[in-house]
């Protein structure tokens, strides 16, 4: 199901960015944070200005299926967005030979007021950027629609 409300844009060179990511860190999931704005009514267009790479602080055993951001790194970065007039709207993590929807780990420790980008990468490259966002009276994923801006 797609959320029909909520849409997430994000220049291609942003889409490019992430997509290096995942490729770089496979067989291990890169994870990084998605910093831009709200706009329309009530939030409903996010728009991704950058990407920020972070470090996954997983345990290392656990790469290959799981990440973690260090929390200091992300009030660092939202500290700075804000200092912009921006703002850290999600997070996006790579699921190594995998298909770009969420776990059950991803439902676990997700937030509600944050987006999730997956994307699938594989030994031959990345196959798909999906974006989610917590449905809390559910306690479920819903797809959201993701348009990359080709300049």
């Not at 959320?3 to 291609?12: D, K, R, Y």
């Amino acid at each position: 199901m797609i959320h029909h409300n909520l849409a997430l844009t994000l220049p291609v060179e942003v889409h490019t960015q992430i997509l290096a990511h995942a490729r770089a860190k496979y067989p291990h999931e890169c994870c990084g944070l998605l910093v831009g704005t709200s706009a329309r009514l009530n939030d409903k267009l996010l728009e991704v200005k950058q990407s920020i790479a972070a470090t996954n602080h997983a345990a290392a055993a656990d790469q290959r299926s799981a990440y973690a951001i260090d929390s200091r790194f992300w009030l660092q970065q939202d500290r700075l967005a804000a200092a912009t007039g921006l703002k850290v709207l999600g997070i996006y993590h790579s699921h190594p030979d995998h298909p770009a929807v969420p776990s059950a780990t991803d439902l676990r420790l997700a937030w509600p007021v944050y987006v999730y980008l997956i994307v699938s990468v594989g030994p031959a490259g990345t196959t798909a950027l999906r974006g989610w966002i917590l449905n809390p009276a559910e306690n479920q994923f819903v797809e959201v629609a993701v348009r990359t801006l080709h300049q």
